[in-house]
C-alpha cells in the first residue's frame, strides 16, 4: 500500500471535494426536494442552481465568521433569515433566462433558504478550527456540484418527458410525459447516484490494482 | 361540524394525496430518511407537526394583513409572504426551544437534538406556503399543516419498513443505502399518482 | 450439516418455482389465444414483444450484476405476459417495451432479482405506462375490429365500462357480453369466464392459496354493496368487478409467490387490504384503472402485514401453551 500516494491525492482532492466524491445530491443525499421536483426544465434547473450559489457562499462564509459567536441551537436561525434575505435579493439575477421561470419555480425559490445543503455546510464550517477560506472553497464546489448534478437529471427529463433541450424542440421518435412528473424524479436521482458510486468503486478497484499488482 | 369536516378533508387530502414525502419530496435528505428509531421517528414528527401547524395560525393572520396593505407590490419585494413565514417558524423554534428548556425539561432532552432538523426542514416552509398559494382560509390551512405533518410521520415510518424488509435482500453493491430508498420511494410516489391522476392539486 | 439461505418463494412441495411460473404460463397463454381470436395478430405480436424485452432485459440485468443468467427462471416471462395482457391491442410496440424494461430493470433488479423484489413488477410496469401514455392506455378497440399488425391503426377506440362508472354513468353492455369478453377493454382481461376458470384451476393446482383472491374480490364486493356507484346491489358488483382488470389482477397480479406475505392469515388480511386501496382509487383516484397501483402501494404494506401477523400468532401459541400446561399441571399434582 502506497498511503503516502493516497494522502496527497486525498489532500489535492480535498478541493473538489464537493463536485465529484461527496456530490451533495447524488452521493450526500442532500437537497432532494429540487432535485426531484426542480428537475423538470433545464432552464428551472440551471436558475435554482444559481440561487443556490448564490445564496450558499455568503451564508456559509457567514457562518464561518460570525457562527462561533452564536450559540449552537440558536445559530439556524440566523443562517436561514441570512439566505432568505440574499435569495429575495437574487431573484432578479434569474429573470433574464426566462421571464416566467421565477413563477414557474414558485414555492421552490423561497425554500431555497432551509436546504440541507446550507444547513449542513453551516454547522460544519461553524467550528473555530475551520479556516473561512476552505468554508469559500467549499460551499463554491458544493453549489457546483449541485448545479452538475441537477443539470444532468433535468437533462434526461427534459429530453425524454417534453422532448426538448432548453426549450427546443428535440426530435424524438416517442416522449413519456410521465418522466416530468415526480416520481420519475426519484428513480432519476436513485439511479444516477447508483451509477456514481459505481464509477467511483470502479475507480477505487482500479487504481488499487495497478498499484498492487498481484504476484505471479 | 362544518369547520371540523373540512378541518378532517383537507389534513386528510394533505396527508394522503399530496403527502409531503412522497409527491413533492420535501423534507426528504439522508438524515430523515435512514431515520433509525421509531421512537425518534415519532419524536421528530411530533415536534415536525407542531412547529408546522402553530407557524401555520401564526402566519395566515400576518400573511392576510401582508395581502391587505398590499406591501408586497408597494415595496417592491416579491417574496414578502415567504420571508414573514419563515420569521414565524423561526420565533415559533426560538419560543419552543426555550420554553421547553426553562419549564420541560423532560420533553426538551430528546426535542434538543432533533428540533433545528425539524422546524429547517422543507417541509415545514414548503407546506405552509403551499397551503397559502392554495388561497385557503384559516381552518383549512391549519388543516393542511397537520395533516402534512402526519403524513410526513407516516412516511418517515413506511419508509424505515421499507428499509427493514430490503435489509434482508440481495441488493446489488451500487444500490445499497440511499439509492435503493429512493428507488422504493418513487415506486411508491408512482403509486399514489395513479390516486392523483396526472397533475398536483394545487 | 451446510445450512443454505434462500429468498422467498419459500415452497414445502415438490413444486418448484418453475412449475408455479410454468402454470401461470400455460393459463396466461390461453388468454392470449384468446387475444388473438379477438384482435388479430397484433395481439400476438404486442404479447411477443412484450416477453421478449423482458426477457432480454432480465438477462441483460443479471450479467451486469456478475450473476450467471437461469434459463430455468421464467418469472420474467410471466411479467412480460402480465404487461401485454392488461394494454389494448391498439398499443405502440414501444409503449409496451418500455413498461417492461421498467418493471424489469427498475422495479425488479435493483431490489435484488427474482424472489426478492419488493414490488410486483408487472403490476409497476402497467402503472409506469398508464401514467406516462394515458390516452393509449385507456382506449381500446372493439372485438374483431380489424387491426393491422403494423403501421398506423385506424381502428375506432372506445372506453371500457370502468370509465362508464367513473364518469357516474351505467355500462350498457349486457351480462353476456361481459361475461364473454365481447366489450372493449384489455387485450387479457375481459374473458371474465375464462378468467375464474384459471382462478378455480390455480386454486386446485395450489399454486394460488384461496385465502388471497377471493378476500380481495370479497372486499372489492363488499365496498361496493356499500357504496355503490353504478345501479342497485348486485348490479354495481358486477359491473364493478367485471369493469377493467380487476378480476385479471386478483388473479395474476397479487398472487405473485414473491410479493405476497408468507402466512395464510396474513394473505387474507393483505387481500382485503389491497381490495379496500384498490376500490378507493376507483372512487376518488385520477385513472378509472386502479389494480395496479392498489397492488403497489398494498405491496409496500406487506412486511408490516407479515411482521405484527407474525406477532399476533406468537401470542396465539404462547396462549394455547399456557393454556395446556394449567390444564396438564393438575392431572400430574394428582399423580403424585
Not at chain 1, 449542513?120 to 473561512?132: F, K, N
Not at chain 2, 399543516?145 to 430490503?166: C, D
Not at chain 3, 434459463?71 to 411479467?79: A, I, W
Not at chain 3, 378507493?280 to 411482521?307: C, H, K, Q, T, W
Request: proline share 6%; with cysteine.
Amino acid at each position: 500500500m502506497k498511503l503516502e500516494k493516497l494522502k496527497r491525492a486525498r489532500r489535492r482532492g480535498r478541493w473538489f471535494d464537493g463536485i465529484f466524491g461527496r456530490n451533495p445530491v447524488l452521493c450526500c443525499g442532500l437537497a432532494l426536494p429540487f432535485a426531484v421536483m426542480v428537475t423538470t426544465s433545464l432552464r428551472s434547473s440551471v436558475s435554482i442552481s444559481i440561487l443556490l450559489a448564490c445564496s450558499l457562499i455568503p451564508t456559509v462564509l457567514l457562518a464561518s465568521l460570525v457562527g462561533r459567536f452564536l450559540p449552537r441551537w440558536f445559530s439556524p436561525v440566523v443562517y436561514t433569515l441570512f439566505a432568505m434575505v440574499v435569495v429575495v435579493a437574487c431573484v432578479p439575477l434569474i429573470l433574464p433566462i426566462s421571464p416566467e421561470v421565477a413563477d414557474s419555480l414558485g414555492i421552490y425559490v423561497p425554500i431555497l433558504s432551509v436546504n440541507t445543503i446550507l444547513l449542513t455546510l453551516c454547522a460544519r464550517y461553524e467550528r473555530p478550527a475551520d479556516r473561512p477560506v476552505m468554508a469559500l472553497v467549499d460551499a463554491a464546489a458544493y453549489s457546483l456540484g449541485f448545479a452538475l448534478a441537477m443539470c444532468l437529471i433535468a437533462f434526461f427529463r427534459e429530453l425524454l418527458g417534453a422532448g426538448s433541450l432548453w426549450g427546443v424542440p428535440v426530435p424524438l421518435p416517442f416522449k413519456a410525459e410521465g418522466v416530468q412528473i415526480a416520481f420519475a424524479g426519484f428513480i432519476a436521482v436513485a439511479l444516477l447516484s447508483a451509477l456514481v458510486r459505481f464509477l467511483r468503486r470502479a475507480a477505487l478497484v482500479f487504481s488499487y490494482r495497478r498499484h498492487n499488482p498481484k504476484p505471479e | 361540524m362544518n369547520v371540523l369536516s373540512e378541518f378532517l378533508i383537507i389534513a386528510l387530502s394533505a396527508a394522503v394525496l399530496q403527502n409531503a414525502v412522497f409527491t413533492r419530496g420535501l423534507g426528504s435528505s439522508r438524515d430523515t430518511l435512514m431515520m433509525g428509531a421509531p421512537r425518534r421517528i415519532f419524536a421528530f414528527g411530533a415536534a415536525l407537526t407542531f412547529i408546522t401547524v402553530v407557524s401555520a395560525a401564526l402566519a395566515w393572520p400576518l400573511n392576510r394583513l401582508l395581502r391587505e396593505q398590499q406591501l408586497s407590490t408597494r415595496l417592491g419585494i416579491r417574496y414578502l409572504t415567504s420571508i414573514s413565514t419563515l420569521a414565524c417558524v423561526c420565533a415559533v423554534f426560538t419560543l419552543l426551544y426555550l420554553v421547553t428548556r426553562a419549564w420541560f425539561p423532560r420533553i426538551h432532552y430528546p426535542l434538543r437534538r432533533d428540533a433545528a432538523n425539524a422546524a429547517f426542514s422543507c417541509a415545514v416552509l414548503g407546506t405552509i406556503l403551499i397551503a397559502f398559494s392554495g388561497g385557503y382560509g384559516f381552518v383549512k390551512t391549519v388543516g393542511f399543516a397537520f395533516g402534512s405533518g402526519i403524513g410526513y410521520t407516516a412516511a418517515l415510518l413506511l419508509v424505515r419498513e421499507g428499509r427493514r424488509r430490503i435489509a434482508l435482500s440481495d441488493v446489488p453493491r451500487a444500490f445499497r443505502g440511499l439509492p435503493i430508498m429512493l428507488l422504493y420511494i418513487g415506486i411508491l410516489s408512482l403509486a399514489i399518482y395513479g390516486l392523483i391522476g396526472h397533475q398536483l392539486p394545487t | 450439516m451446510k445450512l443454505n439461505r434462500r429468498a422467498a418463494p419459500h415452497i414445502r412441495f415438490p413444486e418448484s418455482n418453475r412449475t408455479l411460473m410454468s402454470d401461470m404460463i400455460i393459463l396466461l397463454l390461453v388468454l392470449c389465444v384468446l387475444a388473438f381470436l379477438y384482435y388479430g395478430g397484433r395481439a400476438l405480436i404486442v404479447c411477443a414483444v412484450s416477453v421478449v424485452t423482458a426477457v432480454v432485459c432480465d438477462a441483460l440485468c443479471t450479467l451486469i450484476r456478475g450473476r450467471r443468467p437461469n434459463p430455468r427462471d421464467l418469472s420474467p416471462v410471466v411479467t412480460g405476459l402480465i404487461i401485454a395482457l392488461t394494454m389494448p391491442a391498439t398499443i405502440p410496440y414501444y409503449v409496451v417495451a418500455s413498461a417492461a424494461v421498467f418493471a424489469i430493470a427498475i422495479v425488479k433488479h435493483p431490489f435484488g432479482g427474482t424472489g426478492q423484489n419488493l414490488f410486483n413488477p408487472g403490476a409497476a410496469g402497467f402503472s409506469f405506462a398508464a401514467i406516462c401514455w394515458p390516452g393509449l392506455v385507456f382506449m381500446y378497440p372493439m372485438p374483431f375490429d380489424r387491426i393491422p399488425a403494423f403501421g398506423e391503426v385506424t381502428a375506432q377506440l372506445y372506453q371500457n365500462p370502468a370509465f362508464v362508472l367513473k364518469v357516474g354513468g351505467v355500462p350498457t353492455n349486457n351480462l353476456t357480453e361481459l361475461l364473454f369478453g365481447n366489450y372493449p377493454g384489455p387485450m387479457g382481461a375481459t374473458n371474465i369466464l375464462v378468467i375464474l376458470a384459471c382462478l378455480v384451476y390455480l386454486i386446485f393446482r395450489r399454486t394460488v392459496r384461496w385465502q388471497l383472491p377471493l378476500p380481495f374480490l370479497a372486499a372489492c364486493a363488499a365496498v361496493t354493496l356499500l357504496f355503490p356507484r353504478a345501479g342497485t346491489g348486485l348490479q354495481a358488483v358486477f359491473y364493478e368487478l367485471m369493469s377493467g382488470t380487476l378480476l385479471f389482477g386478483a388473479v395474476f397480479v397479487l398472487t405473485d409467490p414473491v410479493t405476497s406475505p408468507k402466512r395464510d392469515s396474513s394473505m387474507a388480511v393483505y387481500g382485503v387490504f389491497a381490495g379496500v386501496v384498490a376500490m378507493l382509487f376507483r372512487y376518488f383516484g385520477g385513472y378509472e384503472e386502479s389494480m395496479p397501483f392498489a397492488v403497489l402501494i398494498a405491496n409496500a404494506f406487506v412486511p408490516l402485514i407479515d411482521r405484527y401477523n407474525e406477532s399476533l400468532h406468537r401470542a396465539i401459541r404462547r396462549k394455547h401453551l399456557e393454556a395446556r400446561k394449567a390444564k396438564t399441571r393438575p392431572q400430574a399434582r394428582t399423580l403424585v
